[in-house]
T-cell receptor
Framework: DAGITQSPRHKVTETGTPVTLRCHQTENHRYMYWYRQDPGHGLRLIHYSYGVKDTDKGEVSDGYSVSRSKTEDFLLTLESATSSQTSVYFC???????????FGEGSRLTVL | RKEVEQDPGPFNVPEGATVAFNCTYSNSASQSFFWYRQDCRKEPKLLMSVYSSGNEDGRFTAQLNRASQYISLLIRDSKLSDSATYLCVVNDPEYGNKLVFGAGTILRVKS
């Protein structure tokens, strides 16, 4: 399995506070993704990166920003968390040759 | 219309049964297709890629029908351990590598 770690794995925070989720990979994959998963919606893409400092928006990017200063790390930031951002967040990297996605274990965020 | 649609289920089947899931996709230009498996409260993991000619991996068979824009997954001789959510995944042709997920089909295999 690809080495992808997410931190924190669980977080409870209050509305209006900033939150940063970290994704770290050891596979040297160029492509990295942040998804959120909610009941009835499946996995929805928030932001993705196709290289260091190269990022783009996904389908549900409002309220989120990302940064990728080095290949291994992809950060997801909620500048001012809202209750609608309560979700499970998954980071993924992609093998460019096969297209396969490798996921981290997920970060469960609760915004009160 | 959603880009990738699946019957959410749940499909409740006895051990040993054969079960099939279908998934439809909206963009005829999509080229990459996958089935992922997700266990409860775990991350998704690749089950199998879907090739144009169809492919088999043990008890699992995947088929692609480009004319009707759907892919299917057939599971033979279901095991209790097959209980999971099965996610249909299709690439977004506008952004070659980006993958779009269906909401998933729940399978429950009972003894």
């Amino acid at each position: 399995d690809a080495g992808i770690t997410q931190s924190p794995r669980h977080k409870v925070t209050e509305t209006g506070t900033p939150v940063t989720l970290r994704c770290h990979q050891t596979e040297n994959h160029r492509y990295m993704y942040w998804y959120r998963q909610d009941p009835g919606h499946g996995l929805r893409l928030i932001h993705y990166s196709y290289g260091v400092k190269d990022t783009d928006k996904g389908e549900v990017s409002d309220g989120y920003s990302v940064s990728r200063s080095k290949t291994e790390d992809f950060l997801l930031t909620l500048e001012s968390a809202t209750s609608s951002q309560t979700s499970v967040y998954f980071c993924a990297t992609q093998d460019a040759n096969t297209g396969e996605l490798f996921f981290g274990e997920g970060s469960r965020l609760t915004v009160l | 219309r959603k880009e990738v649609e699946q019957d959410p289920g749940p499909f409740n089947v006895p051990e040993g049964a054969t079960v099939a899931f279908n998934c439809t996709y909206s963009n005829s230009a999509s080229q990459s297709f996958f089935w992922y498996r997700q266990d409860c409260r775990k991350e998704p993991k690749l089950l199998m890629s879907v090739y144009s000619s169809g492919n088999e991996d043990g008890r699992f068979t995947a088929q692609l029908n480009r004319a009707s824009q759907y892919i299917s997954l057939l599971i033979r001789d279901s095991k209790l351990s097959d209980s999971a959510t099965y996610l249909c995944v299709v690439n977004d042709p506008e952004y070659g590598n980006k993958l779009v997920f269906g909401a998933g089909t729940i399978l429950r295999v009972k003894s």
